[in-house]
């Protein structure tokens, strides 16, 4: 069974760009979250989605979005890229959202990250 | 809000000898509880999880974590370290049952020297 997926691995961008981060969950898992990790606050959450509905926001600016499709996959964009905006940013998956993440199979699997280089 | 605190940012043992990660929590209601292990260049891995069934928990790999609500205490041990055991941890709490989302420790990295 596939893990979740995410691309790029690895992208650099100059301060002022955009970027869109792809996250492709485990088969038959239809929620997904993004995290992202720095050296500096460690990680924090970003969103959650669960049948193409935003459920949870963490405390980011508006520069940061995402959206999820139909088929459970998601995406992640940042705007106007500052350099703080440098780090690696990690999607997880799992069965349902809630207290579903608790259970038996339901808890989140995380992927191996897109890592983010602002310049 | 609830949340942890891991205590040491670096911990070293040598190989073979006890492993022991801290990690505190503040939670005004039953808090579900987990250890997650980094490897370089990957993404977070499930070591063990605390959800009230049982106060000790083991994990794979050989570790277990023991709930104790009267310390507010959910430690990771390891009898015998290994190489490969050299990482970095994460102990994380559920925020709010109703959603997914794990608020983290800011990490402990274990270095394994032999």
């Known amino acids: 069974k596939a893990g979740v997926t995410q691309t790029p691995r690895y992208l650099i961008k100059t301060r002022g760009q955009q970027v869109t981060l792809s996250c492709s969950p485990i088969?038959?898992?239809?929620?997904v979250s993004w995290y992202q990790q720095t050296p500096g606050q460690g990680l924090q959450f970003l969103f959650e989605y669960f049948s193409e509905t935003q459920r949870n926001k963490g405390n980011f600016p508006g520069r940061f979005s995402g959206r999820q499709f139909s088929n459970s996959r998601s995406e992640m964009n940042v705007s106007t890229l500052e350099l703080g905006d440098s780090a690696l940013y990690l999607c997880?998956?799992?069965?349902?959202?809630?207290?579903?993440?608790?259970?038996?199979?339901?808890?989140?699997?995380f992927g191996a990250g897109s890592r983010l280089t602002v310049l | 809000a609830q949340s942890v605190t891991q205590l040491g940012s670096h911990v070293s043992v040598s190989e073979g000898a006890l492993v022991l990660l801290r990690c505190n929590y503040s939670?005004?209601?039953?808090?579900?509880l987990f250890w997650y292990v980094q490897y370089p260049n990957q993404g977070l891995q499930l070591l063990l999880k605390y959800t009230s069934a049982a106060t000790l928990v083991k994990g794979i790999n050989g570790f277990e974590a023991e709930f104790k609500k009267s310390e507010t205490s959910f430690h990771l041990t390891k009898p015998s370290a290994h190489m490969s055991d050299a990482a970095e941890y994460f102990c994380a709490v559920i925020a709010n049952s109703g959603y997914s989302t794990l608020t983290f420790g800011k990490g402990t990295m274990l270095l394994v020297s032999p």
């Open positions: 939670s005004s209601v039953p808090p579900y």
């Open positions: 088969s038959g898992h239809r929620s």
């Open positions: 997880a998956s799992s069965l349902e959202p809630g207290q579903g993440a608790v259970s038996g199979a339901n808890v989140l699997t």
